[in-house]
């Protein structure tokens, strides 16, 4: 078996009786559970067995899943392979590409540097990166071609953390000159410029709405990543690292893989008709192998990082602790707070490619500073409370915190696409029907 004894999770399993299980190709390692931990173990059972079934019945790779309150892990089991051709069963301390989940870390780095003085979110961002003072917005015909004009208002900080600043990811009325400049897709592993650079170049294309028009999906946070830079004076993986990534013990998130870690990075699988298969890499779309042996030079703060279960989940129980997890204070509270209520007000969604079809889809739910939000759990539908927050990644990970029932929840897996499989859905339910409500 594959270990970290670096990892915290591995630590307090093998400190505990530590149940450990082959399952279907899947080895398994958690803590026991207690009757102070608000979860019936029980019913947990029926969790263990929906992702057994899916495993078993080809539809999904392998996942680790975590449910933890604001200090300890209630719940964190892995299931099926880290790399099924090698029959490498999947262990908790596996490395994951996360994707979007960057997303959050990033928003997070820039509400500490607004506590710093060093920014504040109402900033026009063109304060900071002088390229994006004026801005230009594609605008359609109905003949089919558009205008290109002047945004009709500076993009700011704030409209970059909620979305709305109307940058795609590369798509939309102008799709040909983003397609020119190579600028499309959100991966950028394989390339070899710097993100500063990337952003730069960014800031002369037309943008797909002015800001405060829409809610749209795309590379605003790559772009936040640039603000970070240049506003500490450090680069994106050095703020991290230092000021995130250490004082919350997240030993194994990095953009790109130590060498040593190699054997712990799950691979990557897409599924179809005939159940999944080994996805491949054109271009570095993918990046079955840039996060170890590409050019480690371009930080994208918008979906560039890798980790694991438990130090994803170290930095979501530091948000629902108020921004303090153990003797390390991250955020005060009330930033906190920010983050986690809803900025659009009924902003309405420019659906343009798969994120922003499923958010627009959905009722009941807002936008915050890198968070989706719950508002009405019945307009909703779906198991879960008021004031929820979360988000996911592009590789079929997913992630929230529920600060009503203290629980901070981590899903991560390697498949894309992914064949409208109903895991998540079916996770969330499964989460949530084993709490107890008598504790």
């Not at 920014?119 to 002088?130: N, Y």
């Not at 936008?367 to 909703?380: I, K, M, Q, Y």
Request: net charge negative.
């Amino acid at each position: 078996m594959r270990v970290n004894g670096d990892d915290p999770a591995y630590r307090l399993a093998l400190s505990a009786t530590a149940l450990t299980a082959i399952l279907g190709g899947a080895c398994t390692v958690a803590p026991p559970q207690d009757d102070s931990s608000g979860l019936d173990p029980d019913r947990l059972a029926r969790l263990d067995a929906a992702l057994e079934n899916y495993v078993e019945s080809g539809a999904l790779p392998g996942a680790v899943a975590l449910v933890a309150g604001p200090e300890e892990i209630l719940y964190l089991k892995a299931f099926g392979y880290r790399d099924k051709e090698a029959d490498d069963p999947l262990e908790t301390d596996d490395i994951f590409r996360i994707a979007s989940q960057t997303k959050a870390i990033v928003s997070v780095a820039i509400m500490m540097l607004q506590e710093e003085g060093r920014l504040l979110i109402s900033d026009p961002v063109g304060r900071h990166l002088p390229e994006y003072l004026e801005t230009t917005v594609a605008t359609a015909n109905p003949d089919g071609t558009y205008d290109v004009v002047p945004a009709r208002r500076p993009i700011t900080i704030r409209h970059l953390l909620t979305h709305t600043a109307g940058i795609t990811y590369g798509g939309g009325t102008a799709a040909k000159e983003w397609i020119e400049a190579d600028m499309t897709g959100w991966y950028f592993a394989h390339r070899e410029e710097p993100i500063r650079e990337t952003v730069r170049r960014m800031a002369s294309l037309p943008f797909e709405a002015h800001p405060g028009d829409y809610w749209v999906y795309g590379y605003a946070t790559d772009i936040l990543g640039a603000v970070v830079e240049v506003a500490s004076g450090m680069p994106l993986d050095e703020f991290l690292r230092t000021r995130i990534f250490e004082p919350l013990g997240m030993a194994d998130t990095h953009f790109y893989l130590p060498p040593e870690k190699r054997d712990r990075l799950t691979v990557v699988y897409s599924a179809g008709e005939g159940g999944f298969t080994r996805a491949p890499d054109p271009g570095g779309m993918v990046g079955q192998g840039a996060y170890v042996d590409g050019p480690r030079t371009s930080f994208s703060g918008g979906a560039g990082l890798l980790s694991t279960a438990s130090d994803y989940g170290r930095f979501l129980q530091m948000l629902l602790n108020g921004g303090r997890l153990g003797g390390a204070r991250i955020l005060s509270p009330k930033s906190v707070e920010l983050m986690t209520v809803d900025h659009l007000g009924g902003l309405l969604v420019r659906d343009l490619n798969d994120a922003s079809a499923v958010f627009g889809a959905e009722r009941g739910v807002g936008f915050g500073l890198g968070f989706r939000v719950v508002e009405d759990v019945g307009a909703h539908g779906v198991p879960g409370s008021e004031g929820l927050y979360g988000w996911g990644g592009a590789y079929h990970s997913s992630y929230w915190v529920d600060p009503q029932e203290e629980l901070v929840v981590v899903y991560l897996a390697q498949l894309i696409p992914s064949g409208g499989l109903d895991d998540h859905a079916k996770f969330r339910a499964f989460v949530y029907q084993a709490i107890d409500a008598a504790n």
